[in-house]
């Protein structure tokens, strides 16, 4: 959702569309990682631990990243 927010998926207006600022920090991060390394998108638990940390668990953020960024839906 905070892709769609800004603007960043292809086919969706950006508005407000989410309440948590850390999940789209997330996935903001993650696309650009993605931009500079597009080979990342094999390697979640690389991807998350340059996004967020080994610390800290995810949710599966990444694997609807993953999914728009591998089928071509994420604006670049």
């Given at each position: 959702?905070?892709?769609?927010?800004?603007?960043?998926v292809?086919?969706?207006?950006?508005?407000?569309?989410?309440?948590?600022?850390k999940?789209k920090?997330?996935?903001?991060?993650?696309?650009?990682?993605?931009?500079?390394?597009?080979?990342?998108?094999?390697?979640?638990i690389?991807?998350?631990?340059?996004?967020?940390?080994?610390?800290?668990?995810?949710?599966?953020?990444?694997?609807?990243?993953?999914?728009?960024?591998?089928?071509?839906?994420i604006?670049?």
């Open positions: 959702m905070g892709l769609c927010e800004e603007g960043m292809k086919g969706v207006v950006s508005g407000n569309y989410c309440r948590s600022k999940n920090d997330y996935a903001i991060k993650a696309v650009k990682l993605l931009n500079k390394f597009p080979e990342m998108a094999e390697n979640k690389l991807l998350w631990n340059n996004v967020a940390g080994a610390s800290k668990a995810h949710n599966n953020q990444l694997d609807v990243v993953i999914a728009l960024w591998d089928n071509k839906y604006n670049v």
